[in-house]
């Protein structure tokens, strides 16, 4: 496992960007009201991001 990278409430746009430099997949997850993961909306307060290129994963953390 790599470093864990907090974006300080931008993954969003972070995990944009590097998808588009790295050409990779990405995957925004939010919180339940009850904490449990789910898929990030758009409007959705994110928790987590991870972004997969080149073979690697690349976790980053935004703070809610």
Not at 14 to 29: E, H, I, P
Request: with cysteine; glycine share 12%; net charge positive.
């Amino acid at each position: 496992m790599g470093p864990y990278i907090n974006f300080q409430g931008r993954a969003r746009e972070a995990m944009a960007f590097y998808q588009k430099v790295l050409r990779g997949n990405v995957d925004l997850r939010a919180a339940t009201q009850q904490g449990a993961s789910q898929p990030a909306g758009p409007g959705d307060r994110m928790m987590h991001a991870q972004l997969e290129a080149d073979g690697a994963r690349r976790p980053g953390q935004t703070r809610c």
